[in-house]
């Protein structure tokens, strides 16, 4: 059996990750509310099914992303059920064709490990480097569930929240597609 924990409202007692640190710091800081739980190892989106289910909202996708080259990466943050087409995101940025960025880079570039990618990676990423990007469909959401930068931390807050107050102090300015 899948566990989830009771819900809190408050950080976690100990960070695992420099990053998960730095999400629960900034929340903080910015006097953001929010809802997580701690759960199992959580990778697929299947597995946040039961995550929706206790926090009442919807996961977000988000899938790191690169050019042929390894030039240019993006971070894109869509709804949970959609398929992902190279395709259609390459046209809706004008943009030549992209696929998954390696995972060694993960770690390097947005500080997390394969199934915990998350829009909260701007705040490491100081230099730009990497391209937020967000589906219309989640923005449209009044509420936003992801990583907390872990695969056992998931939490909900609200969509504004990230879009009007977090993104703007990560120097951060999403381009929002249709897809």
């Known amino acids: 059996m899948f566990y989830i924990s009771d819900i809190k409202e408050t950080r976690p007692e100990e960070c695992t990750t420099p990053l998960q640190e730095k999400v629960y710091d900034t929340l903080d800081e910015l006097k953001l509310p929010y809802k997580r739980v701690h759960t199992d190892e959580a990778i697929t989106m299947d597995d946040c099914t039961l995550i929706d289910e206790k926090l009442d909202m919807k996961m977000v996708k988000t899938l790191f992303l690169c050019n042929q080259k390894k030039t240019s990466f993006y971070l894109f943050i869509t709804t949970g059920d959609k398929k992902f ?3 259609d995101f390459s046209h809706a940025l004008d943009v030549s064709r992209v696929s998954f960025a390696p995972k060694e880079l993960m770690d390097q570039m947005i500080g997390t490990k394969i199934g915990a990618a998350t829009i909260y990676s701007a705040l ?3 230099n730009n480097d990497v391209k937020i990007v967000i589906d219309k ?3 449209n959401e009044e509420w936003y569930g992801c990583s907390d930068g872990t695969t056992t931390g998931y939490m909900k807050v609200s969509t504004d929240d990230i879009i009007k107050r977090l993104l703007p102090i990560t ?6 597609i249709e897809v």
């Not at 120097?171 to 929002?176: S, Y």
């Open 85 to 87: 087409k190279s395709k």
């Open 137 to 139: 469909d989640v923005v």
């Open 171 to 176: 120097h951060h300015t999403p381009a929002i």
């Open 124 to 126: 490491i990423d100081e």
